[in-house]
């Protein structure tokens, strides 16, 4: 009578492009880590061609290493680099807003101070 190896359920999700995500669900070994997972579950060819090896990845939203054990109904997600900086581009929709327009100093009823 053999012992069966413990068997990781894990959901997978890899940011493809912009704003699209292919999620699927992965049945591993364990012991299993991240790298393993992702080389396992093909995670180059989703990516497509002339795509670099993942260096984000994170497990429910918390970024791990590649060396990371997995457990049983973890959440694996593969990452793409900004193309653009958030503060850049928080600054850049401000400036074309204009200041009265925009947030805080947007005047919200007649003869009102702007700002707070």
Do not use: I
Not at 5 to 17: D, E, H, N
Not at 90 to 106: H, I
């Amino acid at each position: 009578m053999g012992t069966e190896p413990a068997m990781l359920r894990v959901s997978l999700a890899v940011c493809v492009g912009e704003r699209h995500v292919q999620c699927q669900d992965l049945r591993l070994s364990a012991p299993c880590t991240v790298e393993q997972a992702l080389q396992l579950a093909g995670v180059m060819d989703l990516l497509g061609p002339g795509a670099h090896w993942p260096d984000m990845v994170g497990v429910w939203g918390r970024r791990v290493e590649m060396s990371h054990l997995l457990k049983d109904d973890d959440r694996l997600e593969v990452y793409r680099n900004l193309t653009v900086d958030p503060k850049l581009a928080r600054r850049q929709r401000f400036k074309d807003q204009g200041s009265k327009t925009a947030g805080l100093f947007k005047r919200r009823r007649p003869n009102a101070k702007p700002g707070y």
